[in-house]
């Protein structure tokens, strides 16, 4: 019988040694992914819950009389979408009712607003609700294809029913004074489609 050296480890016992290492490896690696996993969750939850107090809070305000409680109701959904945290593309996708490479096409052509791009992409949570209300509306009365078109098309009537200029024009009218709105909309149009002067 021949005695082992001191100091020295047998074959089986590194072995032992190197299957707990790995063993604790993949461990904390499953732990990691969980824990990622979770956030996700949270996160998707929260956006999700969000977006549903915020189209409640529209409900209310649109189904109101009193033009007070109409605008604090706005101010309060605006104020909740401005201050929420970013949305990540694959709830926007959810959201959305799209695939994710659909959301990253709409941030490309500028429908959706970039927070971040690394080391993921996030969404701005007011325009991805401005723009999921638009898409959920178009396909209520069912639009289902060039839905990125369609919902430029709203964004650029809703921003021009909210501009000083068209107010202005209205009350004008009003008064018999003023531009015809078509004048107004053609240069409003002209003017938001020229590049800024300090762009290439």
Do not use: C
């Not at 707990?20 to 929260?46: F, I, P, Y």
């Not at 052509?109 to 178009?138: H, I, N, S, W």
């Not at 009537?157 to 107004?184: K, V």
């Amino acid at each position: 019988m021949v005695d082992a050296k001191p100091g020295k480890a047998s074959a089986g016992a590194v072995k032992k040694r190197k299957y707990r290492a790995a063993s604790a490896g993949s461990d904390h690696e499953r732990a990691g992914a969980t824990q990622t996993l979770r956030r996700k969750e949270v996160e998707e939850r929260a956006a999700l819950a969000l977006f549903d107090q915020a189209q409640r809070l529209d409900g209310v305000a649109a189904s109101t009389h009193e033009a007070d409680t109409r605008d604090t109701v706005r101010e309060v959904v605006h104020d909740l979408l401005a201050y929420a945290e970013p949305v990540r593309a694959t709830v926007a996708a959810k959201i959305l009712g799209v695939d994710e490479k659909t959301v990253r096409a709409w941030v490309a052509e500028g429908l959706l607003t970039q927070v971040r791009g690394k080391p993921r992409l996030m969404l701005e949570a007011e325009r991805l609700y401005a723009v999921a209300t638009l898409v959920q509306d178009l396909r209520r009365v069912g639009r289902t294809r060039n839905l990125a078109e369609a919902v430029w098309h709203r964004l650029q009537d809703q921003e021009l029913l909210e501009s000083d200029q068209l107010a202005d024009g209205l009350q004008q009218m009003s008064q018999d004074e003023g531009r015809p709105w078509r004048e107004i909309r053609a240069e409003w149009g002209s003017r938001n489609s020229e590049p800024a002067a300090d762009e290439d």
